[in-house]
Each structure stands twice: as structure tokens, then as C-alpha cells.
């Protein structure tokens, strides 16, 4: 597995970056819109221009084009080939490098069979579905049996059973293959069950190089990831292993978790928040809240809300709350899903 190293490396958008990803690690690298997680893998993957050096082992790669760099990189926007069918999307990287047609053959078939879309091998992107567009984006990735692998926010519109079942690919894909994996991300609610690497950026500089459980305890930190973090009052045990978490004005059902009682935050991440004009049907963890402010800033929607007396920032997808009629001095519905609640 190939180890990755950035020395004093800056850009446009990155300052002064020293980092490696060790061959051992599951590497996260999170952070807020805009604070430099694409731009961070693309000098990795070579496709834009920074100063400093770039190391894959101890071989530097700086005059290595992205081509020769044995890289799979999926962005975010997933940039399939709509004039291609899934088949040639996936063997586009093996043709560039002039592999014999038996040989693509066999590695197209195995990696679409991987990502469980062979079905599809004729059909074109326009006609996939959002899951189906990330598969063949992956497996185009993996055809070339990459050294590394970078995906950018390779999950943000994934529903849950997806986003599972794709970790798990990738994950036992890794091992398999001797593959770094590089995941750049804003979320945080798959990352703990990777076991690896956690990177924060934050305005192009590295604020944090660590665990996740450790992350967790770092409210500075906490407070410019695109999620909510609140400071626990007191908590109560309830059946079916939940509980009720007192912040402020405010009582949220959260899960029980081991260490509970000395836990001092509870965490939502913000693209979880459910906001709606009318009442959800179920209305635990729903709260009426007024919008003091908001804006919109390269696809996000960043509130601030006021639920009870208690301020609250949120940013959210806005594709997420396209069909929401958000306006200042109006009040709306914010609901916390269960399942995405996190005492730490």
C-alpha cells in the first residue's frame, strides 16, 4: 500500500500543508465547504498546480503527470462520460492506456460485477439512477487498479442503505488490493466505523491531524463543521435503549451510548436536519424555530435559528431545502432525526 506525503504544500487555496497518509489508515479528510478537501486531492491527484513537494512512498511525484500517477480519483460532481455507455465509462481509463481487449475485458467485467451493475453495462448515465451513477463512478476508479483512491464527498446523496453497502465495498476493496483510500467529506456520521484517519481543514490550513473519538472532544473544532453542537444539562435513561438529553430549554431523544454520563455534547450533523414548513408527523425531536439570518454561499443554505430561546447555526444542501420557503423573521419546523443524534 502506498504511503502519501505533502511537504509544504500551497496553492490558491492551501497554506503551507505538511501531512501523510500512512498505508495502514482509512484517511478522512473533513471540513466546511470551501475549506480546501477537493483542491487538497487534486494536488494529490496532480490535476492542479501548488508549491511544496508530494511523495508517494519515498518517491517524489511533483513532475509525475496525473495520468502516470496510478491514481483513481472519483470528484464529486462523479464526471461520467453521458455520450458513453456504463461498459465504456469504466474501461475509458484502460484504453487510455492501451491495455489488449481481452484485458479489458476481464477487468470492466469483475469491477462492474464488484459494484453490482453489470446489469446496466449498456445503459447509459443520463438513464442511471443517483446510486447507480456512484457505483459506476467507483468502478471506473477501480479499473485501473489503482495505488490510491480519492473520492470527494463519494456519499453526500446516498441514502443510508447505499452509503453502507458502498463503505463496505470499498473498505474490503482496500485491504484486498493494498489501496489507500483518501475520503473527502463534510460528514460525519459514517466515519467512526472506518477506524482510520481524521484530517480537519479549515480556510486551506490543517487545524486538526488525529483520531475521530478524539475529534469528538475538540468543541473549537467541532464548531466549524457543518454540524450542530450543543452543551449537555443533564441526561435520562429511557427504554429501548434511548435517552433524553436536556440542553438548554430544549429535550432531544438521543441513542444510548456507553460513557454516557460523562458526556458533554450532543451533535447533529447539519445535512441530517429535517426543515419543513408544516409539522413533521412524527413529532419527536421537532422544534418551532424562528430564522434570524440567512444566506447562501456555494450551494449551501446556512441559517441562524433560534429554538427556545437557544441559538443555532445550521447549513444544510440546497438541494435539500429547494422546496422549503425559507425567509428571515418566519419560523419553521426543524426536526432531529433519531438516528443521526450523537452524545459524545
Not at 287 to 308: F, R
Request: aromatic share 6%; charged share 25%; hydrophobic share 40%.
Amino acid at each position: 500500500m502506498t504511503r502519501i506525503k505533502l511537504v509544504n504544500v500551497s496553492n490558491h487555496i492551501l497554506e503551507k500543508v505538511n501531512l501523510q497518509f500512512k498505508e495502514d489508515e482509512f484517511n478522512i479528510v473533513l471540513g466546511p465547504s470551501g475549506a480546501g478537501k477537493t483542491t487538497l486531492l487534486k494536488v494529490i491527484a496532480g490535476i492542479t498546480n501548488y508549491k511544496g513537494h508530494v511523495y508517494f512512498d519515498e518517491r517524489c511525484v511533483d513532475n509525475i503527470p496525473p495520468g502516470k500517477r496510478n491514481i483513481g480519483y472519483v470528484p464529486q460532481n462523479l464526471a461520467l462520460f453521458n455520450h458513453m455507455t456504463v461498459w465504456d465509462n469504466v474501461a475509458f481509463g484502460l484504453k487510455v492506456r492501451k491495455e489488449n481487449e481481452e484485458t479489458i475485458r476481464r477487468k470492466v467485467s469483475r469491477v462492474l460485477k464488484l459494484m453490482n451493475i453489470y446489469h446496466l453495462k449498456n445503459h447509459y448515465p443520463l438513464k442511471l439512477s443517483g446510486g447507480e451513477k456512484q457505483r459506476a463512478a467507483i468502478a471506473r476508479a477501480l479499473a485501473i487498479n489503482p495505488e490510491i483512491l480519492l473520492l470527494d464527498e463519494p456519499f453526500s446523496n446516498a441514502h443510508i442503505s447505499l452509503r453502507i453497502e458502498l463503505l463496505s465495498k470499498i473498505t474490503s476493496i482496500s485491504k484486498e488490493n493494498g489501496i489507500n483510500v483518501v475520503i473527502a467529506t463534510h460528514n460525519i456520521d459514517f466515519i467512526e466505523t472506518l477506524h482510520g484517519k481524521v484530517v480537519v481543514l479549515n480556510k486551506g490550513r490543517i487545524i486538526y491531524d488525529g483520531p475521530f473519538k478524539e475529534l469528538l472532544l475538540r468543541r473549537e473544532i467541532l464548531n466549524i463543521l457543518p454540524l450542530i453542537s450543543l452543551p449537555i444539562d443533564h441526561v435520562e435513561p429511557l427504554a429501548n435503549g434511548l435517552c433524553l438529553v436536556k440542553t438548554g430549554k430544549i429535550s432531544i431523544v438521543a441513542p444510548w451510548e456507553r460513557g454516557v454520563d460523562e458526556a458533554k455534547s450532543v451533535i447533529i450533523p447539519s445535512d441530517k436536519v429535517v426543515i419543513s414548513n408544516k409539522p413533521q408527523r412524527v413529532q419527536t425531536n421537532t422544534y418551532l424555530a424562528l430564522i434570524k439570518g440567512i444566506n447562501i454561499i456555494n450551494g449551501w443554505v446556512n441559517m441562524a435559528l433560534n429554538i427556545e430561546g437557544m441559538d443555532i447555526k445550521v447549513s444544510i444542501p440546497q438541494n435539500i431545502v429547494r422546496d422549503v420557503n425559507l425567509k428571515e423573521k418566519t419560523k419553521v419546523y426543524v426536526k432531529f432525526p433519531i438516528r443521526y443524534v450523537r452524545i459524545v
